[in-house]
């Protein structure tokens, strides 16, 4: 039952000896229930020598059990004609829902759960929600996209009202409109809303207008200083959240100290990013960078199994100030992001650092153009604000001079307005690094 | 498991609210409205109604696909078919209304056993370009909106209509003689080709005669269905 300050106390705050005994008894669970109906588990096991009859404990399972990888699942897709990519243990007819991810890196992987009444997927998301301060009966903006199924079942499940109007692109000058109605006290926000805000800010009292908010979550991409300043400065406490390998949500609490993976939902693994079997991988130390490693405990339908999710990160074991005792892990990048242009390095976010501080381009709407990791030219498709521009030419130079100050190489820019690479969005998404 | 205990949690708060609030435009004028659980387990147990007479064979049950596209701010409208379908067993998944997203309704409809399309618009439509033709000929059933209807005639399709009418929705039965209004809970009146909305039913959004800013035409009497409720024709475009 909750409490003033946990959705589920005993969960929330359980000792990491109870984590794991309460882990391997799903792991032992999940382990022959996998090979004996998902086939790209099998296929990936017997290419490994690996029976269920090895795997008797936590320990055994992350040191035996291989990974599987986005390209895997896109693989078995592809050959053996099954839309699910081997991941499905149950026939489709027996799944309620067939969602899938937002397919900014490549084709959308599916995923399907079996339910009844609230969505799995964003089941443990009630205690993310309790954590911001949302409680029954209190308005919330119902804002964000389905793709990934219905995320006011969270608000419903902690009694919240969701206010359900449009805030995607274009939406949010009447999304303004509803909260002066209703007073929500959270909101969903993404990097392409932030673009939109930023620019109805010069004619509206963003502080008054987000005065009745306890926080809002952001989601989709990196959230960048100057976006996070400028929502702090109307006030409003961001929660960062992100995907633990598209097995469920992992959101900053009000410590704002890394995001918590729920442990009882999904193992999370950190290793080696260049490790390929789990022999020559090891996990890296607590606070050292790897890449997120994620197995599904709470979804029999299509759960990933040691799945490679690219995604990098630190993540600690250590208790949270708030209490929690869940792993917390801080997103650093994507694996592979890291490009090689004229011998230097750099990553993205060096990018979108050095947009911010040009005034025009400051929501740092940007798409690194990118055919290969490493290039000979530095290709940046480059967002502005057609409304505060006055030259676009001298914003070129401007551009380029920052982000050869960043990088160390001289880009080549295309600019367009905002709204034009807005459009290329894709689930609330902007990819940042494209191949054109 | 973590869906148990949190919804095991869920279940001993209140829900002092409505199930939600919902909104649409009239005239450049925002209404809102109020949709209370009551409300919404009435218009699942329509939509459950009207969904079982769609579909190929029986119409749509267990391990029917179903794609329902609409969007997040539209779920007042949708949510009660989404809640239908997983009461009927079918399984379902969620193309979006946006011209980006439009790709996901044409991976649905292309990798899944899919039977119905409910509520695809010209937005996706057009946003599905030279697949629209390949998922018309993949997938038995299509219940569109107005706007998206010549297209999909021209792509190969007889869809039936779907169409947001002010709060209500109106769905085509397989008669194909107007959309259905769930005729317990609204009644809509036409004057000069508009159309103003009543409320029937005990709902928490009450109106009378309001002007929903729609063009549109009435039948009333029975239909071959069996229903005797008004069905509504909206010109495509709107």
Redesign the interface.
């Known amino acids: 039952m909750p409490d003033e300050r946990f959705f589920e106390p005993e969960i929330e705050t359980m000792p990491r000896a109870g984590i794991a005994a309460l882990q391997e008894e799903r792991i032992l669970e999940l382990v022959p229930h996998v090979y004996e109906r998902s086939a790209l588990v099998r296929k990936k096991w017997e290419e490994a020598r690996v029976k269920p009859s090895d795997v008797n404990s936590l320990a055994d399972f992350t040191e035996r059990v291989p990974f599987i990888t986005k390209d895997d699942i896109r693989q078995f897709r592809d050959r053996a004609q099954d839309p699910f990519g081997g991941l499905l243990c149950t026939d489709y007819a027996d799944t309620t829902t067939v969602f899938s991810t937002s397919g900014t890196t490549g084709d959308a992987t599916l995923y399907a759960h079996a339910w009844n009444r609230w969505h799995p997927f964003w089941a443990a998301t009630a205690r993310d929600l309790w954590e911001i301060g949302v409680r029954p009966g209190d308005y919330v903006l119902g804002s964000g996209f389905k793709m990934r199924g219905p995320l006011y079942h969270a608000d419903h499940m902690v009694g919240a009202i969701p206010v359900l109007v449009n805030t995607g692109i274009g939406g949010w000058a009447t999304a303004l409109d509803a909260i002066r109605r209703y007073r929500p006290v959270y909101a969903q926000l993404t990097g392409l809303a932030l673009a939109e805000l930023d620019r109805l800010s010069r004619t509206t009292d963003m502080r008054e207008l987000f005065s009745s908010f306890k926080g809002a979550a952001f989601a989709g991409e990196p959230l960048g200083a100057r976006a996070r300043e400028q929502l702090e400065s109307w006030g409003v406490e961001v929660y960062l959240w992100t995907s633990t390998g598209d097995v469920t949500g992992a959101w900053e609490c009000g410590q704002h100290d890394g995001c918590h993976a729920w442990e009882d939902c999904v193992l999370l693994e950190s290793v080696d990013p260049a490790a390929t079997t789990p022999a020559t991988s090891a996990a890296v130390a607590d606070g050292e960078l790897g890449e997120l490693v994620a197995t599904s405990l709470d979804n029999p339908v299509t759960p990933m199994v040691r799945f490679r999710s690219d995604d990098i990160i630190r993540m600690t074991k250590q208790p949270c100030a708030c209490g929690r005792t869940h792993a917390r892990f801080w997103p650093v990048g994507r694996k592979g992001d890291e490009t090689i242009v004229a011998g230097r390095s750099f990553v993205p976010m060096d990018i979108w650092r050095a947009l911010e501080g040009v005034p025009e381009t400051s929501t740092a709407l940007f798409q690194l153009v990118r055919p290969a990791r490493e290039i000979d030219e530095l290709r940046v498709r480059v967002g502005y604000d057609p409304d505060t521009t006055t030259s676009v030419p001298d914003l070129r130079d401007r551009v380029s001079e920052a982000i050869t100050a960043a990088v160390g190489v001289p880009p080549v820019l295309e600019l367009l307005p905002e709204p034009e690479l807005l459009a290329r969005g894709r689930g609330g998404k902007l990819p940042r690094v494209v191949k054109a | 498991?973590?869906?148990a205990?949190?919804?095991a949690?869920?279940a001993?708060?209140?829900?002092?609210?409505?199930?939600?609030?919902?909104?649409y435009e009239v005239a450049g004028q925002?209404v809102?409205f109020e949709v209370s659980w009551g409300d919404w387990q009435r218009d699942v147990a329509w939509a459950r109604a009207m969904l079982a007479d769609h579909g190929v064979g029986p119409g749509v049950g267990?391990?029917s696909?179903l794609v329902i596209v609409?969007?997040?701010?539209?779920?007042?409208w949708f949510?009660p078919f989404?809640t239908a379908a997983?009461e009927l067993?079918a399984?379902?998944?969620?193309g979006?209304i946006?011209?980006?997203?439009a790709?996901?309704t044409g991976?649905?409809a292309r990798?899944?056993?899919i039977t119905l399309i409910f509520g695809i618009d010209r937005t996706v439509a057009e946003g599905l370009g030279d697949e629209l033709a390949a998922v018309v000929a993949r997938v038995p059933t299509i219940v569109a909106r107005p706007d998206a209807a010549g297209l999909l005639a021209a792509a190969g399709a007889r869809p039936f209509i779907v169409a947001r009418v002010g709060p209500a929705l109106a769905v085509e039965c397989p008669h194909r003689s107007g959309a259905h209004l769930n005729d317990a809970e609204w009644t809509l009146a036409e004057r000069g080709g508009e159309l103003f909305l009543s409320t029937a039913g005990p709902r928490a959004h009450q109106v009378r005669e309001a002007p929903l800013g729609l063009r549109g035409t009435l039948t009333e009497g029975p239909c071959g269905c069996g229903r005797s409720g008004q069905r509504v024709t909206i010109p495509e475009g709107k």
């Open positions: 498991m973590t869906a205990s949190t919804a949690a869920a001993t708060l209140p829900r002092p609210g409505p199930w939600g609030i919902g909104r925002l809102y267990p391990g696909g609409s969007g997040m701010p539209e779920s007042p949510d989404e997983r067993g399984p379902y998944s969620i979006e946006y011209a980006f997203e790709f996901r991976m649905y990798r899944l056993p």
